[in-house]
């Protein structure tokens, strides 16, 4: 198994020998390459999936994505160290062209945000804060099958997943502090459009 990636551009080098794979790419061979006991690159990967184009823009894609996170962080929240995931969820694949060019079209914004992420304000990121930031992560799970159907807003819930996975690899509590306040703009979004 894959060491843990410790950046967000590391993290798609992972999935990118997921994808080395002919024809189509199971979440299975995804989650192995990135380490399915460990929270930040789960929420790293299901924010990089509902962001990225063709890949995140199929129909349910979000709402799988959904379920995965309130699986693993629900999980978490009870304190279980290894992620138990439906094998429906494991075996559904994406192709290896779609999943490459969503790759590349990652690598600029992975390489700008790994510029400006290190280890601050730890306590939003560590101890209470990882639990905060599972609770949240919940909450965003439960919201994902209706953003399907909101435009854009599955889009809110994906940057907030990529950053709070990504805080909690770098350390970085600054980072977490803006997934809070993304997840709260994007809910408020959501709430306006559908009230």
Same mark, same amino acid.
């Given at each position: 198994? !894959?060491?843990?990636?410790?950046?967000?551009?590391?993290?798609?080098?992972?999935?990118?020998?997921?994808?080395?794979?002919?024809?189509? *790419?199971?979440?299975?061979?995804?989650?192995?390459?990135?380490?399915?006991? !460990?929270?930040?690159?789960?929420?790293?990967?299901?924010?990089?999936?509902?962001?990225?184009?063709?890949?995140?823009?199929?129909?349910?894609?979000?709402?799988?994505?959904?379920? &995965?996170?309130?699986?693993?962080?629900?999980?978490?929240?009870?304190?279980?160290? %290894?992620?138990?995931?439906?094998?429906?969820?494991?075996?559904?694949?994406?192709?290896?062209?779609?999943?490459?060019?969503?790759?590349?079209?990652?690598?600029?914004?992975?390489?700008?945000?790994?510029?400006?992420?290190?280890?601050?304000?730890?306590?939003?990121?560590?101890?209470?804060?990882? %639990?905060?930031?599972?609770? *949240?992560? *919940?909450?965003?799970?439960?919201?994902?099958?209706?953003?399907?159907?909101?435009?854009?807003?599955?889009?809110?819930?994906?940057?907030?997943?990529?950053?709070?996975?990504?805080?909690?690899?770098?350390?970085?509590?600054? &980072?977490?502090?803006?997934?809070?306040? *993304?997840?709260?703009?994007?809910?408020?979004?959501?709430? %306006?459009?559908?009230?």
């Amino acid at each position: 198994m !894959s060491q843990d990636p410790q950046s967000l551009e590391e993290l798609l080098d992972q999935i990118g020998e997921a994808a080395s794979e002919q024809g189509q *790419v199971s979440m299975d061979a995804i989650l192995e390459s990135v380490g399915r006991r !460990s929270f930040g690159p789960i929420l790293l990967l299901a924010g990089i999936i509902t962001l990225a184009p063709i890949v995140g823009d199929l129909p349910g894609m979000p709402t799988i994505m959904g379920i &995965l996170v309130l699986l693993t962080a629900g999980q978490l929240l009870f304190q279980r160290e %290894y992620f138990w995931l439906p094998s429906w969820m494991l075996n559904r694949a994406v192709g290896q062209d779609g999943l490459r060019k969503a790759l590349d079209w990652m690598r600029p914004p992975a390489r700008f945000l790994d510029r400006w992420t290190r280890p601050r304000l730890r306590m939003f990121a560590q101890g209470t804060g990882f %639990y905060a930031i599972a609770a *949240v992560c *919940v909450l965003i799970a439960f919201g994902m099958p209706v953003m399907e159907v909101v435009p854009f807003s599955a889009n809110g819930a994906g940057a907030a997943l990529l950053a709070f996975g990504l805080s909690l690899i770098a350390r970085d509590g600054l &980072l977490a502090l803006v997934a809070f306040v *993304v997840t709260g703009l994007t809910a408020g979004a959501v709430a %306006y459009t559908l009230l």
